[in-house]
């Protein structure tokens, strides 16, 4: 394999790091196209197809410069970033033709009243990022406290906020008057004089978060397959979750974490299995977990027509797959250790290369017998 190949421009350390098994293969097309003949292989995993075209190029994995992580600042520029993607989640919010117009104005003239950054102050104790957007959250699910916990807000910061940009207009607060009864709005959304001194929230910020997190965690349990659970960690509510209620640099997590914890790592490894055995490829992935079944009427085939007794193909439960990854590396390791991949009385990737062309683990498990689930 040359070692002087010249790397194209926009393959470099950082890039064959970053890349996932789609973007590697097509590298490893341009440099067998480049050369006139068949120099690397597509198979094998994620690493596998990193290692060979470093080796190709003659690049070093491991000099790729870490980013530093930075000191953590809380100024007015951080605030205004986070509420700028709040407002860009606002928007598409709006949007939506389905939702009434009184609520739209309402959720509209809370959200431009608000100044950036928040005013610090001690009748604010649970207005925070976080707490915003768990009621945004709720609100948005038709919970109608939450729309009344966002007024509350509102009157709060407008009153210690100094001068603020106010949009709404009479018509839409008479709009939400005509939804609420006077008890539940303990003030007017629209004021014409000074707000008077208005009580913090009864809520604090880690019930209103409890209460959105419940909410988050309904949605995640709603994944009962693979498909599910591979869509929700790529619309990115996985990674929202984990962001919102688990631990963080300057943060702990909030009580119910450790609730929805194990579910939020299952759905990350169970990804992880897709991008880095499967190289992102999903047809195979979910090829290689289907499994095919007879449909039975009370424990008995059926056998009155063919058409009945076709197979029908399903997916290994979720649940199943996710315990049978550490069942599979330590099968897979009393394997690596067997006389056969050894060479000096240490492992040999070339042996095991040689043997398994490019399969990946659970191919491998599945060739010596050992799958189960």
């Not at 739209?104 to 431009?112: D, G, N, T, Y």
């Not at 397959?225 to 962001?243: K, M, N, T, W, Y």
């Not at 990350?268 to 290689?288: A, I, N, P, T, V």
Request: hydrophobic share 40%; charged share 25%; aromatic share 8%.
């Amino acid at each position: 394999m040359p070692s002087a190949a010249v790397p194209p421009s926009d393959v470099t350390v950082q890039a064959l790091n970053a890349a996932k098994g789609v973007q590697l293969k097509f590298w490893i097309k341009e440099a067998n196209q480049a050369v006139g003949k068949k120099a690397l292989t597509k198979t094998g995993t994620v690493n596998a197809l990193r290692t060979k075209l470093a080796e190709f190029y003659g690049l070093d994995l491991a000099a790729a410069p870490e980013k530093p992580a930075g000191p953590i600042t809380r100024g007015h520029d951080v605030q205004k970033r986070q509420f700028a993607y709040l407002r860009e989640l606002w928007n598409e919010w709006i949007s939506r033709p389905h939702h009434s117009c009184s609520a739209r104005r309402l959720l509209v003239s809370f959200f431009f009243a608000l100044p950036n950054p928040l005013p610090e102050s001690p009748l604010l104790p649970a207005v925070t990022n976080d707490s915003v957007y768990a009621l945004s959250h709720l609100a948005r699910s038709g919970d109608h406290d939450a729309f009344i916990m966002l007024l509350r807000f509102r009157a709060v910061v407008q009153a210690r906020a100094g001068s603020i940009i106010h949009l709404v207009s009479r018509l839409s607060a008479s709009c939400m008057l005509t939804e609420a009864s006077p008890a539940a709005l303990p003030m007017s959304p629209v004021t014409t004089s000074t707000p008077p001194t208005i009580a913090a929230p009864a809520q604090s910020d880690e019930a209103v978060l409890l209460a959105a997190c419940k909410a988050d965690i309904a949605v995640l349990n709603r994944a009962t397959s693979l498909c599910d659970v591979i869509a929700q960690v790529e619309a990115g509510d996985v990674a929202r979750i984990r962001q919102l209620y688990g631990p963080c640099t300057g943060r702990a997590a909030i009580s119910l974490w450790q609730s929805i914890k194990c579910t939020v790592c299952r759905r990350e490894r169970l990804y992880l299995q897709l991008q880095d055995e499967f190289c992102g490829d999903k047809d195979h992935f979910f090829g290689f977990f289907s499994i095919q079944t007879t449909p039975e009427v009370n424990g008995k085939s059926l056998k009155r027509k063919a058409k009945r007794n076709a197979p029908v193909e399903h997916l290994q439960p979720l649940r199943k797959v996710d315990e049978a990854i550490s069942r599979r590396d330590k099968n897979l390791a009393e394997l690596m250790v067997s006389d056969e991949y050894n060479d000096e009385g240490r492992f040999c990737s070339e042996k095991w290369e040689a043997k398994w062309l490019g399969r990946n683990r659970w191919e491998i498990w599945r060739a010596i017998g050992k799958e189960r689930y």
